[in-house]
């Protein structure tokens, strides 16, 4: 009767066990379906607002305050420009101020400013924002191009990643004009590409 009580003892845990398991395994496919949706979700955005930013040059819509920052105003929000890695498939708008509510739709401002060469634009790392900048390389082009209609050409100069929170290593802008950052998986790091400025082009003449 003993044996018997412990054969039964083994088969209730392992039955739990394997309950356990399907669990985890169920509530992680849940959690991974709901990202899809929630990366999915943010890529269409983007996409709807980038189409009225490239639109601000040729409509004049946009406005320049006291210190020369240009932006658009689509649904409340205010952008400066889009943003675009042809080597990773990246075009997205980019806000004139982030939060961790602005950054659900686009890419935003973190600090800094463009035409000084001291900008930091970061982003999620959702696979529609920048969830690829991990696969950046050294010597890439990168374009960006603000409401006015300016585009100013870069190239990608290091892809390394930060501490989450050594902020005065991603604020140092000494040898390139602009980085842009999103956090790794864990969250614990940044993926940080720094960028050099090659040229600018100047809109046609209307």
Not at 16 to 22: E, H, K, P, Q, R
Not at 76 to 90: A, D
Not at 118 to 137: P, R, V
Request: proline letters at 2%; one cysteine or more.
């Amino acid at each position: 009767m003993a044996k018997e009580r412990k054969s039964n003892a083994r088969i209730k845990t392992g039955i739990f066990f394997m309950a356990l398991g399907l669990l985890f395994v169920t509530a992680a496919g849940g959690l991974f379906a709901y990202n899809r949706i929630i990366d999915k979700n943010a890529g269409e955005t983007a996409q709807k607002i980038i189409a009225t930013v490239e639109q601000a040059p040729k409509e004049e819509t946009y406005t320049e305050d006291e210190n020369g920052e240009k932006t658009v105003t689509v649904d409340g929000e205010k952008y400066i420009g889009v943003i675009s890695i042809p080597s990773l498939g990246i075009s997205l708008p980019v806000q004139s101020e982030w939060s961790l509510a602005k950054l659900k739709n686009s890419p935003c401002l973190y600090s800094g400013n463009v035409y000084d060469g001291t900008a930091i634009i970061c982003a999620h790392n959702y696979q529609s924002h920048f969830g690829s900048l991990k696969y950046a390389d050294v010597g890439d082009k990168v374009y960006y191009t603000d409401v006015a209609g300016l585009t100013y050409i870069y190239k990608i100069s290091s892809v390394e990643q930060v501490d989450g929170y050594d902020v005065e290593t991603m604020k140092n802008n000494t040898g390139w004009d602009m980085t842009l950052f999103t956090c790794t998986y864990s969250g614990r790091q940044r993926v940080t590409v720094r960028l050099i400025r090659t040229e600018s082009e100047y809109p046609a003449a209307q």
